[in-house]
């Protein structure tokens, strides 16, 4: 089955404009991202009191979801950036169809429309 798209749809529709402040956000949260890794690690490893064993075994473990959430942030965003750099930048994964400009506004590193995310989701 062949989806077929309206190209000049205003709602996915990039500009210049638009592709260089969402390429500024997506190296924005790259920056972000390292730096937060960066200091959850450190974090990490200057807490060894043993009278806080305990808190510092429950910040460990906020730590170690934080730091996985941020990779997976992470590599979202370079994934987006290379998408960019390759002219694939605003197409879902899946049905090939524009993200809308909107979403891509809100969550620059999309790689799924709105209806495809949904559908993702409700798999888990």
């Known amino acids: 089955m062949v989806n077929h798209q309206i190209i000049d749809d205003p709602s996915t529709t ?69 998408r960019m750099d390759q002219g694939r930048y605003g197409t879902c994964h899946l049905c090939r169809r524009f993200i809308a400009r909107e979403r891509l506004m809100i969550v620059p590193q999309a790689r799924y429309c709105a209806r495809c995310q949904q559908v993702k989701e409700a798999d888990r």
């Open 14 to 82: 990039l500009s210049i404009e638009d592709l260089a402040a969402l390429r500024e956000n997506l190296h924005e949260q790259r920056l972000f991202r390292r730096e937060q890794l960066q200091q959850l690690s450190a974090a990490a490893t200057t807490r060894t009191d043993a009278l806080r064993v305990r808190q510092v075994a429950s910040q460990l473990e906020v730590r170690v979801k934080l730091s996985a959430s941020a990779r997976m942030v992470l590599a979202d965003v370079k994934a987006a950036l290379t």
